[in-house]
């Protein structure tokens, strides 16, 4: 397993959501906020998975029903092929501090 790169705009928690996310195919976001190791806010865990969606590592299933899944990107993060440190996550100019349009 290779060291993973992380980059400087993910948290600990991101690692950690796309770690139970690779355990089971989707998963809700209160079931995430309720396993991550420090349970976490539902409001966190929402806005850590926008970033992480822009990112490119997981994608809603359908967004109303808030069912997550991790992406082939995501999984190769997770074992150390792919590198956070080269992407940059952008806010929408529409909504100024967040992802995803």
Do not use: N
């Amino acid at each position: 397993m290779r060291v993973r790169a992380a980059g400087d705009w993910m948290t600990v928690l991101d690692e950690r959501l796309l770690e139970e996310l690779r355990r089971d195919d989707y998963i809700t976001l209160g079931t995430l906020a309720a396993r991550v190791p420090r349970p976490a806010p539902q409001y966190r865990v929402a806005e850590r998975l926008r970033v992480l969606a822009q990112a490119g590592y997981v994608e809603p299933e359908r967004p109303d029903r808030g069912k997550w899944w991790i992406t082939y990107w995501g999984q190769l993060y997770l074992d150390g092929e792919a590198r956070a440190d080269c992407i940059y996550p952008e806010p929408s100019p529409a909504r100024p501090g967040y992802v995803l349009r």
